[in-house]
Protein backbone atom coordinates (compact mmCIF):
# COMPACT_ATOMS: atom_id res chain seq x y z
CA UNK A 1 0.00 0.00 0.00
CA UNK A 2 2.99 2.68 1.08
CA UNK A 3 4.20 1.73 -2.98
CA UNK A 4 1.40 2.69 -4.28
CA UNK A 5 0.59 6.16 -2.42
CA UNK A 6 4.51 7.18 -3.11
CA UNK A 7 3.89 6.16 -7.19
CA UNK A 8 0.95 8.23 -6.71
CA UNK A 9 2.83 11.33 -4.97
CA UNK A 10 5.31 10.82 -7.92
CA UNK A 11 2.79 11.43 -10.46
CA UNK A 12 1.29 14.22 -8.90
CA UNK A 13 3.82 15.87 -8.71
CA UNK A 14 5.37 15.22 -12.52
CA UNK A 15 2.03 16.36 -13.35
CA UNK A 16 2.26 20.03 -11.31
CA UNK A 17 5.47 20.10 -13.04
CA UNK A 18 4.84 19.23 -16.28
CA UNK A 19 2.02 21.71 -15.80
CA UNK A 20 4.10 24.84 -14.44
CA UNK A 21 6.42 24.23 -17.59
CA UNK A 22 4.05 24.74 -20.11
CA UNK A 23 2.71 27.71 -18.35
CA UNK A 24 5.41 29.19 -18.03
CA UNK A 25 6.42 28.27 -21.65
CA UNK A 26 3.28 29.94 -23.38
CA UNK A 27 4.50 33.20 -21.25
CA UNK A 28 7.97 32.93 -22.74
CA UNK A 29 6.71 32.18 -25.88
CA UNK A 30 4.19 35.45 -25.93
CA UNK A 31 6.61 37.48 -24.37
CA UNK A 32 9.18 37.26 -27.28
CA UNK A 33 6.47 37.69 -29.61
CA UNK A 34 5.13 40.62 -28.00
CA UNK A 35 8.39 42.40 -27.68
CA UNK A 36 8.86 41.13 -31.74
CA UNK A 37 5.89 42.84 -32.89
CA UNK A 38 7.01 46.07 -30.75
CA UNK A 39 10.53 46.50 -32.43
CA UNK A 40 11.79 48.68 -33.97
CA UNK A 41 13.46 48.49 -37.42
CA UNK A 42 16.08 50.96 -38.32
CA UNK A 43 15.91 51.44 -41.94
CA UNK A 44 19.39 53.19 -42.90
CA UNK A 45 21.29 50.32 -40.99
CA UNK A 46 19.07 47.22 -41.69
CA UNK A 47 18.91 46.32 -37.89
CA UNK A 48 16.04 45.67 -35.94
CA UNK A 49 16.54 46.63 -32.21
CA UNK A 50 14.75 44.62 -29.86
CA UNK A 51 14.08 45.94 -25.86
CA UNK A 52 15.00 43.68 -23.24
CA UNK A 53 16.30 40.78 -22.64
CA UNK A 54 14.94 38.83 -25.83
CA UNK A 55 17.73 36.21 -25.99
CA UNK A 56 17.73 35.30 -21.99
CA UNK A 57 14.00 34.85 -23.02
CA UNK A 58 15.01 32.81 -26.41
CA UNK A 59 17.29 30.53 -24.60
CA UNK A 60 14.93 29.91 -21.49
CA UNK A 61 12.38 28.95 -23.69
CA UNK A 62 14.61 26.31 -25.54
CA UNK A 63 15.53 25.18 -21.91
CA UNK A 64 12.38 24.64 -20.88
CA UNK A 65 11.37 22.85 -23.88
CA UNK A 66 14.02 20.53 -24.02
CA UNK A 67 12.83 19.72 -19.97
CA UNK A 68 9.48 19.44 -21.56
CA UNK A 69 10.51 17.11 -24.13
CA UNK A 70 12.56 14.62 -21.56
CA UNK A 71 9.87 14.58 -19.02
CA UNK A 72 6.67 13.76 -21.07
CA UNK A 73 8.87 11.08 -22.93
Not at 4 to 30: C, D, F, G, P
Amino acid sequence: MQTLIQKLKKKRRKAEHVRYLENRISNLHNEIVGASFNSEYSLNKNITVLHGNIENKAKLLKKYNRRLKILIY
